[in-house]
């Protein structure tokens, strides 16, 4: 496979994502290794190596949506993924994610808006740059949240993007949904069960 200039930027930004599942020493020196990579090297790695886990014709937002590939996941529905950019251009920097690779992103989907409405509510966001994307011939949209002060884009840190994902994600739960899967709010299901023994 060929790979153009954006999509070899992309698996760099992909393989930088990463950096934490190598030994804190050796983070730098990889980091450095990465971004002087040219896209042939990039294409090699790719091909020879199988730390993004991605087969012959596997596409590395397909790897994500399977869960083969880590991601920061804000939302979800039974199409679509939105996961933090891990080089974003703006705090919640936002790739909205078909999960299948030759569906185009739904016009008549409310999962954008909900995803944007998220991030107004969270984050404070008043306006958004959408970009249509192709990569890896993926359809991805792109929501880059505006504030008015937008500095460079720079490759977020593992906290940073899960400090952003928390801000999102967090009480999204509400107490009746009595699921087991609230390990944060233990008072609440006291309170919700205690009217119900007795
Ligand atoms: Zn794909």
């Known amino acids: 496979m060929a790979i153009s200039e954006e999509e070899s930027k992309k698996i760099k930004e992909h393989l930088l994502g990463q950096l934490s599942q190598f030994p804190e020493d050796k983070r730098e020196q990889i980091t450095k290794e990465i971004n002087s990579m040219t896209n042939e090297q990039i294409e090699n790695f790719v091909k020879e190596n ?32 939105a996961i933090l950019e891990l080089n974003p251009l703006s705090k919640g920097h936002t790739l909205i994610v078909p999960k299948d690779h030759s569906q185009e992103i739904d016009k008549k989907s409310n999962f954008v808006e909900i995803v944007q409405k998220k991030l107004e509510e969270r984050l404070g966001t008043k306006e958004f740059q959408k970009n249509n994307l192709k990569i890896m011939d993926h359809q991805i949209l792109e929501l880059i949240p505006i504030y008015g002060n937008e500095k460079e884009r720079h490759p977020a840190t593992k906290k940073e993007l899960e400090e952003i994902q928390e801000e999102i994600l967090r009480q999204q739960i509400v107490p009746s949904e009595l699921d087991g899967s609230m390990p944060s709010a233990p008072e609440k299901i006291i309170q919700k069960l205690k009217p119900r023994i007795p």
């Open 50 to 81: 199988n730390l993004t886990h991605l087969g012959e014709n596997e596409c590395i937002f397909c790897s994500i949506v399977s869960g083969q590939n880590p991601s920061y996941k804000i939302a979800e529905d039974n199409k679509n993924l």
